[in-house]
């Protein structure tokens, strides 16, 4: 059971936006940084967005991070098909002295 | 450019160790935590642990008792150990190098590879 929540699954039509919730405590969001994952099936997850809003060279700047108190917040603009990924937040938990991943959301384009 | 190289069995009989031996090329032992992740089939990424310079170790709770992780730098390799395997360690393990942050703790995953499947069945 993961300590941080995400909705199951969100759809938007191409061209729309996106937004995923990740929802810790302050052992883990709280007091440290959060990153997030895109998962294609087959594929090693991909690298989006580090220190809760930092995007690696070669991430588009469509993608987007942020985080409040103890919540972060994934947006994706102008969707395409190829966006349709599962997608993870993650991040490290003081209290368990563990990485923790989210639930996991799937994104679906309409 | 980093990259890492899982391997393994591919199969493994209940109540055995499950051994699996993550490549890495491009960086050396000091340069990130080197990690496991698993994604058992239709369920979500879980970390495993995370080892650092062959020495500092990190371990998930839930799989503490069972997992050893370590590494070897004259080959440029770490390896996982899983003892007691069940049927719900069936998954796909990746391998990872995960930066740290100045509080010396992991943080992201800037590199995988690209998993292997591991199956325990009779």
């Known amino acids: 059971q993961s300590v941080l929540t995400q909705p199951p699954s969100v759809s938007a039509a191409p061209g729309q936006k996106v937004t995923i919730s990740c929802s810790g405590s302050?052992?883990?969001?709280?007091?440290?940084?959060v990153s997030w994952y895109q998962h294609l099936p087959g594929t090693a997850p991909k690298l989006l967005i580090y220190?809760?809003?930092m995007r690696p060279s070669g991430i588009a700047d469509r993608i987007s991070g942020s985080k409040s108190g103890t919540s972060a917040t994934l947006g994706i603009t102008g969707l395409q098909t190829g966006d349709e990924a599962d997608y993870y937040c993650?991040?490290?938990?003081?209290?368990?002295?563990?990485?923790?991943f989210g639930t996991g959301t799937k994104v679906t384009v309409l | 450019q980093v990259q890492l190289q899982e391997s393994g069995p591919g199969l493994v009989k209940p109540s055995e160790t499950l051994s699996l031996t993550c490549t890495v090329s491009?960086?050396?032992?000091?340069?990130?935590?080197w990690s496991w992740i698993r994604q058992p089939p239709g369920r979500g990424l879980e970390w495993i642990g995370s080892?650092?310079?062959?020495?500092?170790?990190y371990y998930n709770p839930a799989l503490k008792s069972r997992v050893t992780i370590s590494g070897d730098k004259s080959k440029n390799q770490f390896s996982l150990r899983l003892s007691s395997v069940t049927a719900a360690d069936t998954a796909v393990y990746y391998c990872?190098?995960?930066?740290?942050?100045?509080?010396?703790?992991?943080?992201?995953?800037?590199?995988w590879g690209q998993g292997t499947l591991l199956t325990v069945s009779t």
């Open positions: 990872a190098a995960q930066e740290y942050t100045w509080m010396a703790v992991p943080s992201w995953f800037d590199y």
């Open positions: 491009g960086a050396s032992s000091s340069s990130y935590f």
């Open positions: 080892i650092y310079n062959s020495g500092r170790t």
């Open positions: 302050s052992s883990n969001i709280g007091n440290n940084y």
């Open positions: 220190d809760n809003d």
């Open positions: 993650g991040t490290w938990d003081s209290s368990l002295t563990a990485y923790v």
